[in-house]
């Protein structure tokens, strides 16, 4: 039997009870043959707390022989105050460094049951399934030269640099196009090409990668601001959007609202292929934060944790049945009417954490 690494990493805040909902589904995986191994570590400010480092060498050694690291989320009041370099969010931003972790996945679906909860109308939203990949270790957030300096005249100037290489561009390219031959065959690229030299460079390793590699694959390009209309006004007109790391940043967050609570968002975030074992590195994390105000309340939704685990299922060990599997019960669950109270409509009762992980549990005992 083949085995998978995981390392579970919960962190703080409602990290660890959106975690315990999806250990019952690895177990529940175990018990059908998939040879899943856990190890559970700290990350954030419960490592801080243990170990006065946002994550210690040790739990960085377990995530780098991981096949794929499960992160819940990091951070709250009560580490406001250590110093920056040990702050809880430190711990993530190492993970993603030293893995190298390049190419962020940000699905958007709106689940029929769900429809109405977004700010846009069901027709425009119902069973919206887009693939947002976005640029992670580049562009304007870390480009050099970086500066807020004082002048002479006692004014300030700051500045950013949006840098891009081709290397750069054409692995995430890849990894867009590889995803849209699993889904609906159509990649839209998203710069300012018209505005950016980084956005020429872009539009043209985009095209130059099609040509060589995809050529099967629908390609359009798309200027980012009109994306972010289009995203709006017709979503459904997307399959996978490929992006650099600002516009990414902006227009993931849009494309998550067209979709309803935040506690229903998942996220992969992939590194390179390596060319001896055919592996990549990889993270599966919730879009949402550690939600001090109600951690430890047990009403967290754990769909935005499991659904980083299905995404797991899917990119990490190709158990794209089970992935599958996952998505129904998920589906299935809302559909009836089991919902946290983040998704729950007013005026109807919601269950908890555990009552909707335990949902899950049956609903894939009933589907196989
Ligand atoms: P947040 O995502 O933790 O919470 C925002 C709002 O959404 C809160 O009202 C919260 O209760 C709700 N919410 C979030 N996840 C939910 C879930 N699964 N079910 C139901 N409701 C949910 O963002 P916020 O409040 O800005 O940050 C709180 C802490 O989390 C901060 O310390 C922040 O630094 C950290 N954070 C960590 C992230 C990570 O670990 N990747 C990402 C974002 C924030
Ligand atoms: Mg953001």
């Not at 946002?54 to 990091?74: H, N, P, Y």
């Not at 002479?152 to 081709?166: C, F, H, I, K, N």
């Not at 009836?336 to 983040?342: C, I, L, P, Q, V």
Request: with cysteine; glycine share 8%; net charge negative.
């Amino acid at each position: 039997m083949a085995t998978h690494k995981l390392l579970l990493l919960p962190g703080d805040g409602i990290g660890p009870e959106v975690m315990r909902e999806v250990e019952k589904l690895v177990s529940w995986f175990r018990a059908r043959g998939i040879g899943f191994e856990t190890e559970t570590d700290l990350v954030g400010g419960s490592a801080y707390d243990a170990h006065k480092v946002s994550i210690t060498e040790d739990a960085m050694k377990r995530a780098q022989a991981a096949d794929a690291v499960l992160f819940g989320a990091v951070g709250g009041p009560k580490w406001d105050n250590v110093p920056y370099a040990v702050r809880p969010e430190a711990g993530l931003l190492r993970l993603r460094k030293d893995l190298g972790l390049f190419a962020n996945l940000r699905p958007a679906i709106c689940y029929p049951a769900l429809a109405d909860a977004s700010s846009l109308k069901r027709e425009v939203v119902e069973g919206l399934d887009i693939m947002i990949v976005r640029e992670l270790t580049g562009g304007v957030y870390f480009g050099e030269p970086k500066e807020l300096v004082t002048l002479e005249d006692g004014s300030q100037r700051a500045v950013d640099t949006q840098l891009y290489t081709t290397g750069e561009i054409e692995r995430i390219t890849r990894v867009a196009f590889d995803l849209a031959k699993k889904r609906r065959n159509k990649v839209s690229s998203a710069e300012k090409s018209n505005v950016m030299k980084t956005g020429v460079l872009w539009r043209q390793v985009v095209t130059k990668i099609h040509k060589a590699e995809f050529a099967d694959v629908q390609l359009e390009h798309v200027l980012a601001d009109n994306c972010a209309m289009q995203l709006v006004k017709n979503p459904k007109q997307f399959d996978v959007i490929v992006t650099d790391n600002l516009f990414g940043d902006i227009l993931s967050d849009i494309a998550a609202m067209l979709t309803g609570s935040l506690g229903m968002l998942p996220s992969a975030s992939l590194g390179a292929v390596d060319p001896v074992t055919g592996s990549r590195k990889a993270l599966y994390e919730p879009v949402h934060g550690s939600a001090p105000d109600i951690a430890g309340k047990g009403l967290a939704n754990p769909l935005a944790m499991i659904g980083s685990f299905g995404m797991a299922l899917r990119y990490s060990f190709d158990l794209l049945n089970e992935a599958d599997l996952l998505d129904k019960a998920i589906a299935n669950v809302l559909a009836s009417g089991t919902r946290t109270k983040d998704i729950a409509p007013s005026g109807t009762n919601a269950v908890g954490t555990q009552e909707l992980g335990d949902a899950i549990v049956k609903e894939l005992n009933a589907l196989s």
